[in-house]
């Protein structure tokens, strides 16, 4: 079965609590495993402590993305732009991005199958990123633009069907948005990066709800690494509780907000003996109710995935400094 960011959900990333079912999931991960071809003949890279897994990550400062056998060693690796995003589809795609602009799918063997750049036509002088999407169960794919601010969702020509403004108060081509997951009530959920605010919009752009990132009584620090902080949200993701887990970003932590806005779950930057977070980016809760999240520009000395109990016990660590650097925001995780 799925293990982390995943479990069974409909485009195998972080945090969609959407579920497919078992059939796709079983399909999706054998067209991954027979198109994949034998492990190389090399020493493992990659560390884990805890139950083996299999990983795919996309590394911004290495402009790497690749698949992590259970053991180490790598079994393929694609040299790709920037990236923010990654999910394996049920199918056994990959829908990714390279570069800020540029969504691209691959089918099983890697081969480019579709794409979507939003720099194209009358709009190749606009300011404009990309650092969320997703593949929805109706075949659009939700784009999110920074600088446009606005949400997409195109059809398989590309052609635009549903389009949704956003709020923004300090606006950003690079930090308007960070993660965007459309719920399972039709709704969308926005990690506003430079606002430090996750806004939930109608099917009409209406905010129906916002949570401000609190900076607990800190001043911020610039930097990326442990030593910086803020409340830079990088995620946030619907539980079937209803909840909202965030991953705040800069602010070292995960968090788990009631509708009315109470904290009822915390893990903060020296929670865990031994490890130290940072930017915390990617989340998401497991059936098993244990917590796993991206541990970004933390350094070599820290595990870049981590899986947590409730009680804060670290249950699995996935660590890979040579294939990957210490700019990996995105990962799904598999069985062996």
Known sequence: MTIPFTHFSSDFSFGNTRRASLLDWCLGLMTVLLCTPAIAAENPRA???????????????KRTV????PNGAVEWKLTNGAIHDLHLLPNGHLLLQDGWTRIIELDGNRKQVWQ??????SNTDRPVEVHAFERLSDSRT???????????????AGEIVQEIALTVQNPSVHSDTRCVRKTAAGTYLVAHERDGAVREYDSTGKVIWEYAVPLFGKEPKGGH???AFGNQVFSAVRLLNTNTLIGTGNGHSVLEVTPAKNIVWKLEQHDLPGITLAWVTQVSRLPSGNTLFVNCHAGPDNPQII???????VVWTFKDFETFGDSMPVAVVLAP
């Open 47 to 61: 560390v884990q402590t805890g139950p083996a897994r299999r990983v795919i990550a996309g590394d911004d400062s």
């Open 142 to 156: 939700m784009i999110v633009e920074s600088g446009p601010a606005r949400i997409l969702e195109v059809n398989q």
């Open 225 to 227: 690494g442990p030593e």
């Open 116 to 121: 979507y750049n939003a720099k194209t036509g």
């Open 307 to 313: 899986e947590v109990t409730p009680e804060k016990k």
């Open 66 to 69: 690749a698949m992590i056998a």
